[in-house]
Nanobody, 125 residues
Framework: QVQLVESGGGLVQAGGSLRLSCATS????????MGWFRQAPGKEREFVAS????????DYADSVKGRFTISRDNAKNTVYLQINSLKPEDTAVYYC??????????????????WGQGTQVTVSS
């Protein structure tokens, strides 16, 4: 099993940038495909990005392509989400998640085995 802790959220002006981190402990990060999801109040949690165990393959929701970048450093047991050109509609709680069953990241929320507590991102217009 693995424990996940997100950090790096905050209040940012539209057009600004943030880098979110997901620090993991327990079993080595290299055993998991990883994903980032987000949830705004009153809305369903939605897929943002995923990355394979090796970091060689990534996937992004259409709404964030070209603006968000997911990466991982297995030696540091940390996953990152670089967020550029922030828009007000990016405002949400951002969660990282770990999937032990697959080598490649997946978009399906229910496939992930472990979740962090989330970090709030707020974008002002």
């Amino acid at each position: 099993q693995v424990q996940l802790v997100e950090s790096g959220g905050g209040l940012v002006q539209a057009g600004g940038s943030l880098r979110l981190s997901c620090a993991t402990s327990g079993r080595a990060l290299s055993n998991y495909a990883m994903g980032w999801f987000r949830q705004a109040p009153g809305k369903e949690r939605e897929f943002v990005a995923s990355i394979s165990r090796s970091g060689r393959s990534t996937d992004y929701a259409d709404s964030v392509k070209g603006r968000f970048t997911i990466s991982r450093d297995n030696a540091k047991n940390t996953v990152y989400l670089q967020i550029n050109s922030l828009k007000p509609e990016d405002t949400a709680v951002y969660y990282c998640a770990a999937d032990e069953s697959l080598r490649v990241g997946i978009r399906t929320l229910t496939a992930y085995d472990y979740w962090g507590q989330g970090t709030q991102v707020t974008v002002s217009s």
